[in-house]
């Protein structure tokens, strides 16, 4: 994915990217995305002035997270704003400048970093498989969504916590 932007200048159209891309690879090695389906990826590019294009449109992903409580997992559909300007040329002088703008050395401009760190920002960080996920018991394991365990899960005062050992039940 790859746009010039003195091209989408001189030209003075927009430009439409629709792909489909496999972008398993983004998360490997990671523990909290057990599988990731393809991204679609619906974006507009167009030259805005000298040098300038705003590239904006929508990515959609649908990937496969263990639930936060209780481990199983879980179907996210992930849909994400995509909206960046980029600035052919030298480093911004402002700071202003530098939140508008991202400063590309060259007039041909990979958008992939770009597209991976939005998706990336964007995955839940505590997927649930539903808000009244009861998760596992801190004793023993057991999925408590499938019925209680039977441990003692009573809180006890952490500064009586030691007496606890002096009374066997």
């Known amino acids: 994915m790859r746009i010039h932007v003195h091209e989408l200048n001189?030209?003075?159209?927009?430009?439409?990217?629709?792909?489909?891309?496999?972008?398993?690879?983004?998360?490997?090695?990671r523990r909290d995305v057990l599988s990731a389906g393809p991204l679609r990826v619906d974006l507009t590019a167009r030259g805005v002035g000298e040098g300038v294009?705003?590239?904006?449109g929508t990515l959609a992903i649908d990937v496969t997270m263990p639930c936060s409580r209780c481990l199983k997992p879980v179907p996210v559909s992930v849909d994400v704003p995509f909206r960046e300007h980029f600035k052919v040329g030298s480093e911004p002088q402002t700071e202003?400048?530098?939140e508008q703008?991202?400063?590309?050395?060259?007039?041909?401009?990979?958008?992939?970093?770009y597209v991976e760190e939005a998706v990336q920002l964007?995955?839940?960080?505590?997927?649930?498989c539903a808000e009244d996920c009861k998760g596992l018991c801190p004793e023993?394991?057991?999925?408590?969504?499938?019925?209680?365990?039977?441990?003692d899960r009573t809180p006890i005062d952490p500064r009586l916590a030691a007496l606890k050992d002096l009374f066997p039940r």
């Open 96 to 98: 202003e400048e530098a």
């Open 53 to 56: 294009a705003v590239v904006e």
């Open 122 to 128: 964007e995955l839940p960080l505590v997927p649930l």
């Open 140 to 151: 023993c394991g057991t999925d408590l969504n499938e019925g209680e365990c039977g441990c």
């Open 101 to 113: 703008f991202i400063a590309t050395p060259d007039n041909d401009v990979d958008l992939t970093p």
């Open 10 to 29: 001189r030209s003075g159209a927009s430009r439409t990217i629709r792909e489909t891309l496999d972008v398993s690879s983004w998360f490997a090695g």
